[in-house]
């Protein structure tokens, strides 16, 4: 609309131009119109000038919203009333926009104040920082992990921990981590995570910390007691048929606190005497393995790191098992996608896990029709993930977060250090192993490095 009458506007005074010569050369041409004449040519000089003003005035008056829009100066106003209606029309529409644009500023101002608030009082600790390490967010509760109460750049975290800056800012895109720091003379656990993104052509990163030193002394807690109770089990079960034999071969040699006579001791005595030093012993060889097997968990060797080709190490694995798998018609399954799937781990220690749960699966598919095993890789998240799922009898549901518990079996002769030492390696690749087990369908142990 403003548009249009300001090409009418334009046009109609441009004829005017254009038609002022010609009234000029017509009238030149009567005496008796002189004075005419040279009115005629201050007309037209007029209408020259005026159209000039007309077609300036609009853009410096449009150059001069963009330069306030561009220096984000939304307190200039436009007269309405008044002056042409090609102009009131123009800075009314200059108005509604500058009024449109300062609202969805407040908006915007409104929602960034809430979302600081929110952040402020949030339980987690939330500190975001740009590529230059300038500190954007840092909030409340990251303030009191830290106990430093500004932080303008990450590296001024290193007066917290020498080197945490560089931690911080070498952290992946929805890495996970845990860290120790010592804060005020205590000891804290944090739960770091980090995720990037790109704000106005500038990459932040965000970190969340969280203490999580009562969780991990809780589970600390919980795993000793499951730990002493599966002791105390299993050394109560040895130590006694121990005394309680010790004390029949005393009473077999010994009367009211006296050595019986040689005479009086006959050949049905010697026998069971024998028999009962045989079953000491026996008790005792297993207590042994007991302590021995207790030792092999504290001797984890470190991860020596290489990059090696999964599918090859699904074909080594299968390779070793291959004679008792098809001793016991039990099906492997490999499976690697994509086909060339890497991973950059310690080789053999991730093939002793993948053995050992193999192995498990062998003895949970005994009584199964039709067994097997699906050994398959994968990533996930940007993770490596390696699953061994078996349709064997399974895990009862009651049981299942004790298996990882050193010395719990639920095989007779079971040493109950596989599935410990396992999750032992996956902790020391800061990884994790997981199980989930519908008995009798199927059971699937997850390794994600």
């Known amino acids: 609309m403003n548009y249009d009458r300001f090409r009418l ?99 915007r101002e409104s929602e960034h104040f809430y979302f600081l ?10 500190i975001s920082f740009d590529e230059k390490g300038k500190v954007e967010i840092y909030n409340e509760a990251a303030s009191h992990l830290f106990n430093k109460k500004h932080v303008r750049n990450i590296q001024d975290l290193d007066k917290v921990k020498q080197g945490l800056s560089d931690y911080l800012s070498n952290l992946k895109h929805n890495q996970t981590d845990l860290i120790k720091l010592q804060v005020k003379n205590e000891s804290i656990h944090l739960s770091v995570k980090a995720v990037e993104f790109i704000i106005e052509r500038r990459r932040i990163k965000l970190v969340s910390l969280q203490n999580i030193r009562s969780e991990i002394e809780q589970g600390k807690v919980n795993a000793w007691q499951r730990l002493i109770k599966v002791l105390n089990h299993e050394i109560i079960n040895s130590l006694s048929p ?79 098992l291959k004679d008792e798998l098809t001793k016991k018609k039990i099906k492997l399954i490999t499976r690697a996608r994509p086909e060339n799937l890497n991973l950059t781990a310690d080789e053999k220690l991730v093939e002793q896990v993948l053995i050992n749960l193999i192995q498990n699966s062998v003895k949970a598919l005994e009584k199964t029709y039709e067994p097997k095993i699906n050994l398959s890789a994968t990533i996930q998240d940007g993770r490596h993930k390696i699953e061994v799922a078996d349709n064997g009898a399974g895990i009862p549901d009651e049981i299942l977060e004790d298996i990882f518990v050193p010395f719990f079996s639920t095989r007779k002769n079971g040493t109950g250090i596989g599935l410990s030492i396992s999750r032992q390696i996956m902790q020391l690749h800061k990884g994790t192993i997981t199980a989930r087990s519908q008995p009798d369908v199927e059971t699937v142990f997850t390794l994600i490095f």
């Open 9 to 107: 506007a334009v046009t109609v005074q441009a004829i005017g131009i254009a038609l002022t010569p010609l009234i000029f050369t017509w009238s030149t041409s009567k005496e008796y119109t002189l004075v005419t004449s040279v009115s005629l040519v201050f007309i037209w000089i007029f209408q020259v000038s005026y159209l000039m003003y007309y077609v300036r005035k609009t853009n410096r008056d449009l150059a001069g919203f963009l330069h306030s829009l561009k220096h984000k100066d939304l307190t200039r106003k436009y007269k309405e009333k008044g002056g042409e209606k090609t102009f009131k029309e123009l800075y009314q529409a200059f108005n509604q926009i500058t009024e449109t644009i300062s609202l969805a500023k407040i908006e």
């Open 117 to 126: 608030n929110t952040i402020k009082h949030v339980g987690i600790g939330l």
């Open 242 to 320: 121990i005394n309680l034999l010790s004390s029949t071969l005393i009473n077999y040699f010994e009367q009211n606190g006296k050595t019986k006579p040689g005479s009086t001791i006959d050949d049905e005595t010697i026998h069971n005497s024998i028999a009962a030093l045989k079953a000491i012993e026996k008790r005792s060889k297993g207590l042994k393995r007991f302590i021995e097997s207790y030792g092999s968990l504290t001797r984890v060797p470190k991860p020596k790191y290489s990059t090696f080709l999964i599918p090859e190490l699904f074909r080594n694995i299968s390779a070793l």
